[in-house]
């Protein structure tokens, strides 16, 4: 079983920055991937920025260029500092895991998301 516990949402004025964290806990063999999705409302949730070992970065075309994504492997924590911040970021934000199990079982964990309002 894995846990995700997510920090770092807030209300920021157009133009500032947050740093979202999201930190893994229990018990797995591996992540392979750690990535950020956000649901605004009244929309689907979308992917914002995912971290794949061994195949690297990828972003929305929406972000590129204000957010950045990074691991830290050793601690199974992954970050999203975002920049520049448009009141169209203003959305929960979820961490995912996709994690290979103790018994080499595949599954994906999802964190209890986090509120970004981006308003003046």
């Known amino acids: 079983q894995v846990q995700l516990e997510e920090s770092g949402g807030g209300v920021v004025q157009p133009g500032g920055s947050l740093r979202l964290s999201c930190e893994a806990s229990?018990?797995?063999?591996?992540?392979?991937?750690m990535a950020w999705y956000r649901q605004a409302p009244g929309k689907q949730r979308e992917l914002v920025a995912s971290?794949?070992?061994?195949?690297?970065?990828k972003y929305a075309d929406s972000v590129k260029g204000r957010f950045t994504i990074s691991r830290d492997h050793h601690n199974d924590a992954v970050y999203l500092q975002m920049n520049n911040l448009k009141p169209e970021d203003t959305a929960v934000y979820y961490c995912?895991?996709?994690?290979?199990?103790?018994?080499?079982?595949?599954?994906?964990?999802w964190g209890q998301g986090t509120l970004v309002t981006v308003s003046s």
């Open positions: 995912k895991a996709e994690v290979i199990g103790r018994t080499f079982s595949n599954f994906d964990e």
């Open positions: 971290d794949t070992n061994g195949r690297g970065t």
């Open positions: 229990g018990s797995f063999f591996s992540i392979v991937t």
